[in-house]
């Protein structure tokens, strides 16, 4: 059972470009859950989606940053005219149902560098 | 809202010792679910362990176990018989329940990185 798969893994952008990431879930699960991790400091949460439908977005910057998960297909976190301050890690992590009885399972992260 | 902190940013240990990781949280619920997760080198997030409010009991798993002190708000991380392979950063979340409403989101704390010595 493959895990959550996050692609790409190293992304560099220019100051102003478009950052796109995505995330597949692990295999029979419909909860997504977007974390970035700034340097030296914990992860903090973003967006928590299931599909079609965004349930929490209360960690979401109010400009530029956006968050869908389709009916088919992967989670996407898109990050528009990308600044210095977005290089990070951002993780995407998944789970079966709702509850935290149920292990949230995080995937690879991917690094963006914005130069 | 809820706050997470590790006060010890970095500690080191001998291969074979012991050593114990802390973490204090707050907040007003009193039902919520606590976590370690282990971040090493290749910067993946594992979950480590994980303990339920309502349990007295403290969690074990294998070389890891709790000690969680809930009326304290302390959840401390003790592992066993370290390894090389232990060596990484280590993140103390909370999550409150989904019956008080909201989302499952995880609070984390700033980590602390573990090295363990050959």
């Known amino acids: 059972n493959a895990g959550v798969m996050q692609n790409p893994r190293h992304l560099v952008r220019r100051r102003g470009q478009e950052a796109r990431l995505r995330c597949s879930p692990m295999?029979?699960?419909?909860?997504v859950y977007w974390y970035r991790q700034l340097p030296e400091e914990g992860l903090k949460f973003m967006v928590y989606l299931q599909k079609e439908n965004i349930i929490d977005e209360s960690g979401m910057p109010k400009e530029r940053f956006s968050a869908e998960f389709p009916k088919e297909g992967p989670s996407i976190l898109r990050i528009q005219q990308v600044v210095r301050g977005d290089s990070a890690a951002y993780f995407c992590?998944?789970?079966?149902?709702?509850?935290?009885?149920?292990?949230?399972?995080f995937g690879e992260g991917s690094w963006l560098t914005v130069v | 809202a809820q706050t997470v902190t590790q006060s010890q940013p970095e500690m080191s240990v001998q291969e074979a010792e012991t050593v114990t990781l802390s973490c204090t949280y707050d907040t007003s619920e009193n039902n919520y679910y606590l976590f370690w997760y282990k971040q090493p080198p290749s910067r993946q997030m594992i979950l480590v362990i994980r303990q339920e409010a309502y349990k007295q009991q403290n969690a074990t798993e294998n070389r890891f176990s709790v000690n969680f002190q809930k009326a304290a708000k302390s959840f401390s991380l003790k592992i066993s018989d370290s390894q090389l392979g232990d060596t990484a950063m280590y993140f103390c979340?909370?999550?409150?329940?989904?019956?008080?409403?909201?989302?499952?989101?995880?609070?984390f704390g700033k980590g602390m990185k573990l090295t363990v010595n050959p």
């Open positions: 992590a998944s789970s079966s149902q709702r509850g935290p009885g149920n292990t949230i399972y």
């Open positions: 295999k029979g699960h419909s909860h």
């Open positions: 979340a909370f999550m409150r329940t989904p019956l008080q409403g909201g989302s499952e989101k995880l609070v």
